[in-house]
């Protein structure tokens, strides 16, 4: 199993510009997670779902959107970067409803992204 | 809303020495679970260790062990034997309806 995959792992873009951030998991977890990193700093809840079609907001969704058409993947999409978007955005998965309550989460590597 | 607080931003030991990190947390929840996270220079996030609230004994994982004072909302982490591959940051993390992260504490082993 790859476990959970991120791509790319890094990024430079302009202001005003667009991307998605990619996140796929192999491991038929139900729930997965988007936290940003700011440096020095713990992580932030972004966006979370807690199954296909099913999403909902984190602590810091402004200037993000994400879909979870399948179970697999779940992209992250910043429609007009800014500054303060530069981060490293982490996906995570977990799988609550088998085995014991509240795992912990799988991380992927990461995606360090900068916007100039 | 969950708060997660670690007080000690830098921690230094010496390598084979024992230490202490420090975690609180503030929760109305009775069932959730916390884990320490480690993440060294390859950013990558590594599960250390983690406790049920439920569960009295303190978890253990090789040279790595908690501390879960339930009452105090106190989690804290003990490695033992410290070695040089420890250096990295360390987040606490609370798991209830959600996880969140406390803002870490860089450790450094020194040689």
């Known amino acids: 199993n790859a476990g959970v995959t991120q791509t790319p792992k890094f990024r430079i873009l302009k202001i005003g510009q667009s991307m998605t951030l990619q996140c796929t998991q192999d491991m038929n977890h139900n729930y997965m997670y988007w936290y940003r990193q700011d440096p020095g700093m713990g992580l932030k809840l972004i966006y979370y779902?807690?199954?296909?079609?099913?999403?909902d907001k984190g602590e810091v969704p402004n200037g993000y959107n994400v879909s979870r058409s399948t179970t697999e993947d779940f992209p992250l999409r910043l429609e007009l970067a800014a500054p303060s978007q530069t981060s490293v955005y982490f996906c995570?998965?977990?799988?609550?409803?088998?085995?014991?309550?509240?795992?912990?989460?799988?991380f992927g590597n990461g995606t360090r992204l900068t916007v100039t | 809303a969950q708060t997660v607080t670690q007080s000690q931003p830098e921690m230094s030991v010496q390598e084979a020495e024992t230490v202490t990190l420090s975690c609180t947390y503030d929760t109305s929840e009775s069932n959730y679970y916390l884990f320490w996270y480690k993440q060294p220079p390859s950013r990558q996030m590594i599960l250390v260790i983690r406790q049920e609230a439920y569960k009295q004994q303190n978890a253990t994982e090789n040279r790595f062990s908690v501390n879960f004072q339930k009452a105090a909302k106190s989690f804290s982490l003990k490695i033992s034997d410290s070695q040089l591959g420890d250096t990295a940051m360390y987040f606490c993390a609370f798991s209830g309806q959600n996880f969140v992260f406390g803002p870490g504490t860089r450790l450094s082993v020194l040689p």
């Open positions: 779902s807690v199954g296909a079609g099913i999403t």
């Open positions: 995570a998965s977990s799988y609550p409803d088998r085995g014991p309550p509240n795992p912990p989460l799988h």
